[in-house]
């Protein structure tokens, strides 16, 4: 089996986020000037008109977003998990984000919460932010977050969203019908709170999207560049096989592939009550945050007024300059209303529905979201973090440096993207491998890779077949 790779510094999830560390953003070096320029030379009149025709439809699109609010999140019960309605596939695709109701029992959910707040207790070891009043845990291997990512239903769950997902290229090495499990932290955030204040923001790393040696090594954003934003497939997973999305060894940067970031709800909670909030523009918003790099304003808003946001008001830079707007290396991007304001953050960031314990909420990788500024509300806000991965070779060798850092070695050590240290190598009332085959199917033990797959299974495509055999490598179950 793989050997534990060498860990990150010890961190924490303020790490992962300029406005959390308190470091101020940095103008990125010359280099970023001369990659911005490579990216639009020669297509700059392409990519104007597409700037332009993006802007008039985040004019129409948003006073949409003003009017529904939370109501454009598409829900869907467990129960009906097979069969979801056209409606729910349809505004699924368009806004990127989805509510899925009841996937494990409240009382399961609840007991979960019951467990880890016992499991903190006996261990007053464990790190968390903000130190003096922890809200974000870094806990990554409690037998709570172990059960839940083993669990059958939230499996079942994951399958169905990554299915929305597609490939150019049939014989692509990946399969959505096999989930992976990333260790990810958990939140307990109290009434009160507003330390843990994270503002609209993108993970899956910030500089790398523009970078040929990042989201560039599989074109993830061509036709962005090429001036047909309208083009740009956000479902498309063939071209996100190859990309880097740490290149800077950022603590917290994410390493895996999460077609949907997720989290599995241990409280009932209510818009303003320490809770997510999402921007459902997605492929749009997507697109702006691409370009805005590229554009500045020919006059400033107390010159504008409320012209400031007209086409006509906005052109290309005169000379390629560093800005790359919220983007700092090693750290997630981050969005305002100063330095993205066609998108209109304040009116277009939209909370999730309330949830009660047991749902999960999932949002695709390149959806801007934060969290309430202020917990508002009377209860905890508690989730665990959950993502969607699908199997890859990429996905694998990181699940092979993940299962030794669960089981080898000084075991109960972080996961590998985030903050080294002994993690939770000496806390008591840990799940070892054991415990988990007690309780996961054969399909949750694959996706921690405790288990090969089983490449012959029929109905498999090739893609699928190939990569379960380059998984099972990667995992050391075969040479």
């Given at each position: 089996?793989a050997?534990?790779?060498?860990q990150?510094r010890?961190?924490?999830?303020s ?20 990659l911005k ?6 297509r ?13 439809y ?12 939370s ?7 467990f129960?009906?998990?097979?069969k ?5 596939k ?6 990127g984000?989805a509510?899925?109701?009841g996937?494990?029992?409240?009382e399961q959910?609840l007991?979960?919460?019951?467990d880890?707040q ?14 003096n ?11 709570s ?12 769950t ?7 997902w ?9 399969s ?33 999207r523009?970078?040929?040696g990042?989201?560039?090594?599989g ?5 962005i560049?090429?001036?047909r ?7 498309e997973?063939?071209?996100r096989?190859?990309v880097?999305?740490?290149l800077?060894q ?11 970031q997720g ?23 997507t ?7 590229f554009f ?12 400031f ?10 000379s ?12 997630g991007?981050?969005?305002s209303?100063?330095?993205?304001p ?9 909370h ?8 999960y909420?999932a ?5 801007i ?5 202020v ?6 806000s508690?989730?665990m973090?959950?993502?969607a991965?699908p ?7 990181f699940?092979a440096?993940?299962?030794?850092a669960f ?5 109960g ?6 903050g080294?240290?002994e ?15 007690k309780?996961?199917?054969?399909d ?13 299974e029929?109905?498999l ?14 995992l050391?179950?075969?040479?």
């Open positions: 089996m050997a534990t790779s060498t990150k010890v961190g924490d999830i790490d992962a986020f300029v406005s959390l560390s308190g470091q101020g953003f940095m103008p990125l070096p010359a280099r970023y000037g001369e320029g490579r990216l639009i030379r020669g700059e009149d392409d990519i104007r008109a597409s700037w332009d025709r993006l802007l008039h985040l004019q129409k699109e948003i006073p949409i977003i003003e009017q529904h609010g109501n454009v999140i598409p829900e869907i019960d129960e009906d998990i097979d979801p309605s056209e409606q729910f349809e505004e699924l695709k368009k806004r984000v509510v899925v109701r996937v494990v029992p409240e959910a007991q979960w919460k019951e880890i016992e499991y903190v207790r006996k261990n007053p070891q464990t790190r968390a932010f903000p130190a009043n922890p809200q974000v845990f870094e806990l990554y291997w409690s037998p977050q172990l059960a839940a990512r083993a669990n059958e239903n939230l499996l079942r994951q399958k169905l969203l990554m299915s929305f597609h490939s150019k290229n049939p014989a692509a090495p990946l959505t019908a096999h989930p992976t499990a990333y260790a990810d932290r958990l939140r307990i955030r109290l009434p009160g709170d507003a330390q843990f204040a994270l503002g609209p923001h993108v993970d899956g790393g910030s500089v790398e523009w970078e040929e990042g989201y560039g090594l074109g993830v954003y061509n036709s560049w090429e001036g934003w309208e083009d740009f497939d956000p479902w997973a063939s071209c096989l190859p880097k999305s740490d800077y950022g603590v917290g940067a994410c390493s895996m592939f999460r077609m949907f989290w599995l709800s241990m409280s009932e909670t209510g818009p303003g009550e320490g809770t997510l909030l999402v921007n459902p523009l997605f492929k749009a918003a697109a702006y945050y691409m370009l805005r790099p500045e304003p020919k006059r400033t808003p107390d010159v504008a007024g409320m012209s946001l007209d086409r006509d008001n906005w052109k290309m830079e005169d390629v300059t560093t800005f790359v707007q919220g983007a700092t290396p090693g750290h991007q981050e969005l209303e100063l330095l993205h066609h998108l209109r953050l304040e009116e277009t960031m939209v999730v529905p309330k949830v009660r314990p047991g749902d909420v949002w695709h990788c390149d959806t979201h934060a969290v309430d500024k917990h508002n509300g009377g209860g905890d508690s989730v973090y959950i993502p991965c199997l890859t070779e990429d996905n694998a060798n699940l440096r993940q299962r030794a089981i080898q070695v000084v075991s050590i972080p996961c590998p993207d985030f080294g240290g993690g939770e190598s000496n806390h008591i009332g840990r799940w070892g491998p054991g415990d988990v085959a309780i996961a199917s054969p949750g033990l694959r996706a921690f890779g405790l288990q090969e797959w089983d490449s012959s029929s109905d495509t090739p893609g699928q077949r190939e990569v379960m055999d380059r998984a099972n490598k990667a050391g179950f075969y040479a």
